[in-house]
């Protein structure tokens, strides 16, 4: 069981069934690779599959023979230094910078088909993306809640069957109001407590009625 937990997981990020391998020219200066520039396409140097393999969050291009798995050439790619670069003339050739024991050299990497040229493209971003992931985490403080947001449960103010409520609504007659009057009254009680209309405390005084008229015979 402990060898099962120790044992390196090997995942297989993209496989091109068939590709073309080709010997190019040195680099001129401040300029990109050309596949045009590399002879005879037709005639490639080596043809085999290659693989894309994930290893203890190692990746690496293997170029194998196709019946018998053996290796013609390794790279191993990091984000951080590619070791993949596309030519400026065409989407389906790459440069690749191949190692053995120590040793690098360049060579030219051909796809027949443009979908399968873009299908590694996007392993290879894919990868990209999961790496930045791991080389740069969130910080602790970005999971933290904004001082902003209520924190808490949330609070249910829905009325529950049953329930009611009431409103309370300043000047109705018989109610007595606590809130400052703009007056300046601190406590004003309406004329059926059966306070005088004289002791308000500064509300205004009620008039008497208007004399009847005098009656005519």
Sequence with gaps: MEDFATEEIESILYIAREICVYRIPPLKANEGHRAQEWGDLAQPLWKGRMRIIEKSEVVS?????????????????????????????????????VEDNGRKAYIGMGFAERSDSFDFNVALQDYTKRWRARMNPPSP??????PHVPTGPKKDYTLKEGQTFTISIPGRAGKTDNSPSLLGSGNTTSASSGTSAGTGGGAFPLLPPPPSAPKRR
Excluded at 67 to 88: C, I, N
Excluded at 141 to 146: C, F, Q, R, W
């Design 61 to 97: 291009l293997l170029f194998e023979d196709v019946q018998t798995g053996e290796s013609f050439a390794k790279a191993t790619y990091d984000p951080a230094k590619p070791s993949v670069e596309a030519v400026l003339d065409s989407s389906r050739y790459f440069v690749v910078r």
């Design 141 to 146: 403080t970005s999971a933290e809640p904004s």
